[in-house]
């Protein structure tokens, strides 16, 4: 007897006895009955033992299906918290790039642009992006909390940066005609 089982057995075998009717727990699976049936006896030769007892009436568990039941449950829930760690190393591996801006480049489209390029580019890095103060000329460059950043003037530095010109934007002022403004 070998016990190299699914985990996917394991989850259908706890629907049924979940549900004690092979119809609705199919259905909670997104699976067809006959499947779900054929599934559980695979499971069933596989053990050795018989976890369901079937008859017009029904379904229950078998005394062997009840001391596997909080077993399988065990499994399926380390399982997914197995899952959700990976997962979470995953998203920690891929890294995040902090885009400092005082204003939001989107005008234009531009940002959409960006995000859409960079994403399609470096798409295991995600990609956050930080509203800073317009005190901060730098938006956030200089205190470390942006990795790299969007101004709208030309930053003196006393150390060496790189800059690239990404974007050339033109504005204008328009005023009421012989309006001053300033009334």
């Known amino acids: 007897m070998t016990m190299d089982v699914h985990v996917r057995d394991l989850r259908y ?14 259905e909670q699976l997104y699976v067809s009955q006959p499947a ?5 006896r695979a499971l069933e030769r596989q053990l050795g033992v018989d976890l ?3 008859d017009p009436r029904g379904v229950r568990l078998t005394d062997a299906g009840t001391v596997l039941l909080p077993y399988a449950r065990q499994v399926l829930d380390a399982w997914s918290a197995g899952s959700a760690a990976l997962e979470a190393a995953r998203a920690a591996a891929r890294g995040t ?14 940002l959409p642009a960006i995000r859409s390029r960079f994403t399609a580019a470096h798409p295991d890095t995600a990609l956050r992006l930080r509203q800073v103060s317009w005190e901060d000329p730098t938006a956030g460059l200089a205190d470390g ?5 969007f101004v709208w003037r030309c930053l003196l530095y006393t150390t060496p940066s790189h800059r690239d010109l990404l974007y050339h934007l033109v504005l204008r002022l328009v005023v009421e005609k012989g309006g001053g403004g300033g009334g």
């Open 145 to 149: 909390t942006a990795d790299v950043a």
């Open 97 to 110: 790039l902090v885009v400092g801006m005082s204003t939001s480049p989107g005008r234009g489209g531009l």
């Open 52 to 54: 369901f007892r079937r």
């Open 36 to 40: 779900l049936s054929k599934q559980v």
């Open 13 to 26: 075998f706890v629907a049924v006895a979940e549900e004690l009717h092979f119809t609705r727990a199919a």
